[in-house]
């Protein structure tokens, strides 16, 4: 059961616009800034999103990220085939001192 | 450029010890906030045992007090995490990362710890 809550899958078809949110509690979003990581198949997580809504140098503008509350969402724009992947948010959580996580979820391209 | 190695993942025994390594190179392993994440068959990240910068905090989630013990070597700019008395949930990817602003910024490949009789 993971501290962070995420739908489990979402899909879209190609040059639509999905969106994924990541629900938690106030000693974790609620407090501190959330990363989001995207995970190819076989591969490890890589950061997509960090402090919310910031891009590292070379992800496409067509990902975005947003806080409100106690609730994140990544959005995702022009959706395309090597879209496909897992997603996963991430924040510090205050009560447990700890880095804690959505249990991912996978977006598939129809 | 950063670069994370992990090594020493196993088929193991329950019961058994392993000792994982995480090569650290393109940044001093000593600056940086650092922390083993494990990822089980089909299922999400989870956060097993950091270290802070300085040393002097290291964390272990429930699932691994009394069992893993995180450290490192500056001279080898190595992360490591020794396992023992593992069990059949252990069973998983276990990723090393560096930390920025917080968080993971980058992640090693990960080795496959496999628990099983």
């Known amino acids: 059961q993971s501290v962070l809550t995420q739908p489990p899958s979402a899909s879209g078809t190609p040059g639509q616009r999905v969106t994924i949110s990541c629900s938690g509690t106030?000693?974790?979003?609620?407090?501190?800034?959330v990363h989001w990581y995207q995970q190819l198949p076989g591969t490890a997580p890589k950061l997509l999103i960090y402090?919310?809504?910031q891009r590292p140098s070379g992800v496409p503008d067509r990902f975005s990220g947003s806080k409100s509350g106690t609730s994140a969402s990544l959005a995702i724009s022009g959706l395309q085939s090597e879209d496909e992947a897992d997603y996963h948010c991430?924040?510090?959580?205050?009560?447990?001192?700890?880095?804690?996580f959505g249990g991912g979820t996978k977006l598939t391209v129809l | 450029q950063v670069q994370l190695v992990e090594s020493g993942g196993a088929l193991v025994k329950p019961g058994g010890s392993l000792r994982l390594s995480c090569a650290a190179s393109g940044f001093t392993i000593s600056d940086y906030f650092m922390s083993w994440i494990r990822q089980a068959p089909g299922k999400g990240l989870e956060g097993v045992s950091h270290i802070t910068s300085s040393g002097s905090t290291k964390y272990y989630a429930d699932s691994a007090k009394g069992r893993f013990t995180i450290s490192r070597d500056k001279a080898k700019n190595s992360l490591y995490l020794q396992m023992n008395s593992l069990r059949a949930d252990d069973t998983a990817i276990y990723y090393c990362?560096?930390?920025?602003?917080?968080?993971?910024?980058?992640w090693g490949h990960g080795t496959l710890v496999t628990v099983s009789s």
């Open positions: 991430a924040a510090w959580d205050d009560s447990l001192n700890g880095q804690v």
């Open positions: 106030s000693s974790n979003i609620g407090t501190n800034t």
């Open positions: 990362a560096r930390h920025w602003k917080g968080l993971p910024d980058y």
């Open positions: 402090n919310n809504n």
